[in-house]
T-cell receptor, first 114, second 111 residues
Framework: NAGVTQTPKFQVLKTGQSMTLQCAQDMNHEYMSWYRQDPGMGLRLIHY???????DQGEVPNGYNVSRSTTEDFPLRLLSAAPSQTSVYFCASSYSGGPGGELFFGEGSRLTVL | KQEVTQIPAALSVPEGENLVLNCSFTDSAIYNLQWFRQDPGKGLTSLLL?????REQTSGRLNASLDKSSGRSTLYIAASQPGDSATYLC??????????FGDGTTLTVKP
């Protein structure tokens, strides 16, 4: 019962570097999403996907790219990291983007951009 | 814009008190509302999920209610304990399918 798995758990980048945060779920969930959480704040939606091949922007998409080639995986790419992207990133999935879908979260990936 | 608000941002109570945390949202067209607990530096633990058609859900000392018409949910914690100290977040899944979070209420239960 792995649930939602995020890697890496910690990462330090220099400004301008690129990287990919990985997210995988083994629950056959259609809906997957990425959030960021800054100190003292709730979670803000970056990108989401309602199924393989379908992605859409959330509240704070700038500086991030996503793709969904399989049901299981939903990687988040930072193309050119900036200090403003220092945050904790959470991946979440649910059975459906519609009614009934309970959100399940990964443990988070803590990113520091110097 | 679909928004979720949690007031107060912080709450401190003595052990044993019953307490209520509030979550309000701007659009009554929702699929569900979910309450989470987050300990410092940790991930999110799901506490209760209330579907749009439901009025309340209970788990142990926790009871969550939902009033769509007024755009409000409450999380009731009975007989609070120091171990209940954490940040409590509510997430509302609006009919567009995206879940929007409030900023949370940080609860401290003093022995």
């Amino acid at each position: 019962n792995a649930g939602v798995t995020q890697t890496p758990k910690f990462q330090v980048l220099k400004t301008g570097q690129s990287m990919t945060l990985q997210c995988a779920q083994d629950m056959n969930h259609e809906y997957m999403s990425w959030y960021r959480q800054d100190p003292g704040m709730g979670l803000r939606l970056i990108h989401y996907s309602v199924g393989a091949g379908i992605t859409d922007q959330g509240e704070v998409p700038n500086g991030y790219n996503v793709s969904r080639s399989t049901t299981e995986d939903f990687p988040l790419r930072l193309l050119s990291a900036a200090p403003s992207q220092t945050s904790v990133y959470f991946c979440a999935s649910s059975y459906s983007g519609g009614p009934g879908g309970e959100l399940f979260f990964g443990e988070g990936s803590r990113l520091t951009v110097l | 814009k679909q928004e979720v608000t949690q007031i107060p941002a912080a709450l401190s109570v003595p052990e044993g008190e019953n307490l209520v945390l509030n979550c309000s949202f701007t659009d009554s067209a929702i699929y569900n509302l979910q309450w989470f607990r987050q300990d410092p530096g940790k991930g999110l633990t799901s506490l209760l999920l209330i579907q749009s058609s439901q009025r309340e859900q209970t788990s142990g000392r926790l009871n969550a209610s939902l009033d769509k018409s007024s755009g409000r949910s409450t999380l009731y914690i009975a007989a609070s304990q120091p171990g209940d100290s954490a940040t409590y977040l509510c997430a509302v899944k609006f009919n567009a399918g995206k879940s929007t979070f409030g900023d949370g209420t940080t609860l401290t239960v003093k022995p």
